[in-house]
């Protein structure tokens, strides 16, 4: 049987994992068995961070709704309680928009809530 030469597979396979991992520490972006073990970690994190960045931004809004009630005299969770009993569907990413980007708008949604609260 003839003799298979897979060098070029190699270089290209080694090439592409060291390129991969440009930019990380020490061994991690010049040495192949370390590149590929970061490579992989660093896959997981990103998978599991593309997740947690939802729960981070919803936070994030809930702190600037909340921030813009306070002059209203209204606490956050009052507030999202009123919103659901007057079934206005506003998520919290607008509301958090309005507040920064529009606050009349938002004045006039809260006068409007408090007018029909009970």
Same mark, same amino acid.
Not at 7 to 30: D, E, N, Q, V, Y
Not at 42 to 54: F, P
Not at 67 to 91: C, D, E, T
Not at 98 to 115: C, T, Y
């Given at each position: &049987?003839?003799? *298979?030469?897979?060098?070029?597979?190699?270089?290209k396979?080694?090439?592409?994992?060291?390129?991969?991992?440009?930019?990380?520490?020490?061994?991690?972006?010049s040495?192949?068995r370390?590149? @590929?073990?970061?490579?992989?970690?660093?896959?997981? /994190?990103? /998978?599991?961070?593309?997740? @947690?960045?939802?729960?981070?931004?919803?936070?994030?809004?809930?702190?600037?709704v909340?921030?813009?009630?306070?002059?209203?005299?209204?606490? /956050?969770?009052?507030?999202?309680?009123?919103?659901? *009993?007057?079934?206005?569907?506003?998520?919290?990413? &607008?509301?958090?928009?309005?507040?920064?980007?529009?606050?009349?708008?938002?004045?006039?949604?809260?006068e409007?809530?408090?007018?029909?609260?009970?």
């Amino acid at each position: &049987m003839p003799r *298979v030469k897979r060098g070029t597979l190699h270089t290209k396979r080694r090439k592409r994992i060291l390129k991969k991992a440009k930019g990380f520490l020490h061994r991690r972006k010049s040495h192949l068995r370390q590149a @590929k073990q970061a490579l992989i970690k660093a896959g997981q /994190y990103a /998978y599991r961070d593309r997740r @947690k960045k939802k729960a981070v931004f919803r936070g994030l809004w809930n702190v600037q709704v909340s921030a813009a009630l306070k002059p209203f005299g209204f606490s /956050y969770s009052r507030w999202m309680h009123l919103l659901n *009993v007057q079934k206005i569907a506003l998520n919290r990413k &607008m509301l958090a928009r309005l507040a920064n980007d529009r606050p009349e708008v938002f004045q006039k949604i809260v006068e409007s809530v408090r007018e029909s609260s009970p």
